[in-house]
Every structure is written in C-alpha cells, then in structure tokens.
C-alpha cells in the first residue's frame, strides 16, 4: 500500500562496516571488529582477551595496507556520497516529507550508538534502517540491527530492508561496470571473475546465515542482465579476504585467479558483496590479487568499479527504503524478521522492492 500521509519526518540509516580514519585508529577499529560476537562467536572472558591479541598482531601489516590509501580507510566519504545522493532522490521522490539520510557504522566512527542519539533528536515519524550490504549475512546485517535495535531509543515507527540481492538498480549497476571491463578487455579470452568478502563456512552450515545464496542469486541476475545485452560470458564466483585458521567458503579469490592462469584466459573481476571502494578493493583486489595475477601468467586483470553513487544503484536503494515506508503487514527486522530471518518474506526472490 503506498503512503499519501504528507509532512512526515523520515529518518533512513545506512549501515556499514566503519573504517580506520587513520594509522593511530587501526587496532582500536581491529578491536572492536573481532570483539564483535557476531565475528568471534566465543562468550566475552575468552572473546575480549583474544580480540586484543589479535589486533596487536595484524596492527602493523593493517596499517601498511591503509596507508597505501594515505593513511585510513576511504569508506565514510564513499558512504557520505551515498548518502547524498540517496537523500537528494527520496526527497524528490517523498516531496512533503523531510527526508534525512544518516551512517551508522558497526566498528568505527560514526558509530551505531552515536548515530542512534543523533536520529532521535531528529525526531522522525518513521525510521527506514537500510544496510549498505545487499546480501544478509549474521557478520554484518544482524550485527549492526542488533546494535542499533539495543540503542534506538527515539520516536517513530522503524522498518528495516533485510537485504536487496537481485534488487534491479543494484543489478543493473553492477552489469554497467562489468560490462564496460568487457569492453576493455577486447576479444581476447576473459572470465568474469565475482569476488564476495568470505565468511566461515561453518556460519553458513551451523547457523544457516544466508550470505553465500544471496550471494549466488546476485551473481545469477548479474550474469542473466550481462548476457542478455552480450550473449554468454565465462564467470565464476569467489570469496576473498579470508581471516583466522578457519575453513571459509570457497574457491577463494586467488585459488581462482591462479585458475584463470592455469586456463590462459584474462580475468574481468568484481566486488559483489561491496557497494564502494575501501581497503578490501583498493589494496586487496587492485594492489595484491594484481600481484598475484601477474605471477599466475593471467595476461589480463581489469577490476570494474564498485557501484558507488551509479545512479541505477541509489535508485535501488531508493525504491527499498520507498518499499519498506510502505510495508504493511510485514514484520520488519526486531519483529518477526529478526527473531526469525529465515523466515524473512523478503528473502530470495522477494527481495527486489
Ligand atoms: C559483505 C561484507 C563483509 C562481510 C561478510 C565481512 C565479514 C568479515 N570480515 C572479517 C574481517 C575483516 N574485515 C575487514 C574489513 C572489511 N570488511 C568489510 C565487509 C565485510 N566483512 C569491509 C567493507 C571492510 C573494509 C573496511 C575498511 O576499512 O575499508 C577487516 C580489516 C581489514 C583487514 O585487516 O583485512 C577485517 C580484519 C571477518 C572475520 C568476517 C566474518 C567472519
Ligand atoms: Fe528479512
Ligand atoms: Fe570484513
């Protein structure tokens, strides 16, 4: 049903992860990512103690890999141009209502918490909570709606999107930037390389997460809107970043690219699971998986942008925070969805508005 009520307050979150903003904010940002339960699933006399280990062993190579993008991580501006964008879009789409577009991030400034107050003395009649991740996953969606549902403690009525992995905009965006690397990389070979953040396998075995099938449906409609405008392509799915001695889902990242060099064809690859540039695409597509392209004989390594502010992009963006503004009926996330996000209405093919 769609809503007519005029001269609302309307309050949009995006979440994300949070960044370093700089060399000396590197382990205090390590720490709170692996202090997070929801990463290291231990109770927090065991948790706590290793988050500080671990982050005093990876501050110094972390802070090599930040300062290769001048010294911290460039997703808070990537993410204030979305925001941007998505603000000017709804309220031309909402005209009447007063749209604000706030960023709340998981494990560095600005912080959940700290946006959380920030929203509620913005007073809003209805608050749409949108993750920056198209796919679900418990590591980054429930974790960041779990804090944000213990801090919020302000006025009006909060729905929260679930995720959007074959939302049109979002899908469409993505075939743009591929398909301009295709165009690049001329008649040669070349295989379209999608590369999600991993997750460990056993988060998705044990607990159900539903990252890695969200992650094959964006990859499907990715494909099926690529070869609908070029005919079939090669591409394979892979999952980069891996963290820590557990198993992750696979292939990996460079299992596929050393493929690629074992198959002589060049490699078009993609963030799938990303929706702006930060260190994981920066430093570790661009600078380290170019290394390893190189050594691997890959004759070709082109990386399509992440999706940014495209416009086909934030107009996804828009119709879900539109769609969620109009749910009726459905249990937004701290309801059923939340409870029970598995049995989310939203989930595979119903996530498109
Ligand atoms: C789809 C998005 C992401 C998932 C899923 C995810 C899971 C996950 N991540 C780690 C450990 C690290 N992630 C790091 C950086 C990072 N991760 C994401 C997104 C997802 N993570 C983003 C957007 C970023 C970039 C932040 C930036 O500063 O630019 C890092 C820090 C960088 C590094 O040292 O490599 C770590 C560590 C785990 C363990 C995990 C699932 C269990
Ligand atoms: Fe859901
Ligand atoms: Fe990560």
Not at 103 to 120: C, D, G, L, Q, S
Not at 258 to 269: E, M
Request: negative net charge.
């Amino acid at each position: 049903m769609t809503q007519t009520l005029k001269g609302r307050r309307i309050a949009v979150v995006l979440f994300n992860l949070g960044g370093p903003d700089d060399q000396a904010s590197v382990k205090p940002f390590l720490f709170n990512l692996f202090n997070d339960p929801a990463i290291i699933g231990l109770p927090g006399v065991l948790r706590t103690p290793l988050a500080k280990l671990i982050s005093s062993r990876r501050e110094t190579s972390a802070q090599a890999n930040y300062a290769l993008m001048g010294g911290g991580s460039p997703l808070l501006p990537g993410t204030r141009r979305q925001a941007e964008a998505l603000e000017a879009e709804l309220n031309a789409r909402l005209a009447g209502d007063e749209v604000q577009v706030f960023i709340a991030m998981r494990y560095w400034r600005p912080f959940t918490e700290e946006t959380a107050v920030e929203v509620a003395a913005f007073g809003p009649d209805e608050v749409v909570l949108l993750p920056l991740y198209p796919q679900f996953s418990t590591t980054t969606t429930e974790s960041s709606l779990k804090i944000w549902n213990e801090t919020y403690a302000g006025s009006g009525v909060s729905r929260a999107v679930c995720c959007y992995p074959s939302a049109t905009g979002w899908v469409e965006a993505q075939a743009q930037a591929i398909g301009s690397k295709l165009d690049e990389a001329g008649e040669g070979p070349v295989r379209v390389l999608f590369s999600a953040h991993g997750i460990p396998e056993k988060l998705v075995s044990g607990k159900g997460d539903p990252y890695q099938e969200q992650v094959e449906t964006t990859v499907a409609a990715v494909v099926a809107a690529i070869e609908r405008d070029r005919g079939p392509i090669d591409h394979a799915l892979c999952y980069q970043s891996r963290v820590g001695p557990m198993k992750w889902l696979g292939p990996s990242t460079p299992e596929a690219i050393a493929q690629a060099g074992a198959d002589g064809v060049g490699v078009v690859i993609t963030p799938i699971a990303f929706v702006s540039e930060h260190i994981e695409t920066l430093v570790e597509l661009d600078i380290e998986y170019g290394e390893l392209a190189h050594e691997k004989g890959v004759s070709l390594y082109l990386r399509a942008p992440a999706v940014g502010i495209a416009p086909p992009f934030i107009d996804a963006l828009a119709d879900a925070a539109v769609g969620a503004l109009g749910r009726t009926g459905v249990a937004p996330f701290g309801q059923g969805c939340k409870a029970d996000w598995k049995a989310c209405p939203y989930r595979k093919g119903k996530h498109a508005a």
